[in-house]
Nanobody
Framework: QVQLVESGGGLVQAGGSLRLSCAASGTGNIFRFNTMEWHRQAPGKQRQLVAAITGGDSRNYADSVKGRFTISRDNAKKTVYLQMNSLKPEDTAVYYC??????WGQGTQVTVSS
C-alpha cells in the first residue's frame, strides 16, 4: 500500500523559508516514474495545486508561487521536496503531497506570520 508522509511544516515569519519533505513507501521501483505533486488548502478555501514534478523532472508551479517555491525529488530516497522561500502570510495552509490525486499524505501545517 502506498503511503506518503509529509514533514517540515511550522511557523515562520514573512520573508522566511521552509523546506517540506514527502517520503513515499509502498511504491516499489516505480516511484521514479510517478508525477508527484504538492497541494495546499487554506481555511475556508479549496485545495489548490502548488507544484508538480514528473518522472522526467519537468516542473510546473502555480502562478502565486513561481520564483519563490522549488519542487525537487530524490528517487533513491523516494522523497519529494518543496523549498519555499520569501514566504508570505497568504501561503499559510496545510500542505499535502500527492501522486496525482491517487494517494495523499496527511498534510503538514505551514503558518506564516506577518
Amino acid at each position: 500500500q502506498v503511503q506518503l508522509v509529509e514533514s517540515g511544516g511550522g511557523l515562520v515569519q514573512a520573508g522566511g523559508s521552509l523546506r517540506l519533505s514527502c517520503a513515499a513507501s509502498g511504491t516499489g521501483n516505480i516511484f521514479r516514474f510517478n508525477t508527484m505533486e504538492w497541494h495546499r488548502q487554506a481555511p475556508g478555501k479549496q485545495r489548490q495545486l502548488v507544484a508538480a514534478i514528473t518522472g522526467g523532472d519537468s516542473r510546473n508551479y502555480a502562478d502565486s508561487v513561481k520564483g519563490r517555491f522549488t519542487i525537487s525529488r530524490d528517487n533513491a530516497k523516494k522523497t519529494v521536496y518543496l523549498q519555499m522561500n520569501s514566504l508570505k502570510p497568504e501561503d499559510t495552509a496545510v500542505y499535502y503531497c500527492s501522486t496525482q490525486g491517487a494517494y495523499w499524505g496527511q498534510g503538514t501545517q505551514v503558518t506564516v506570520s506577518s
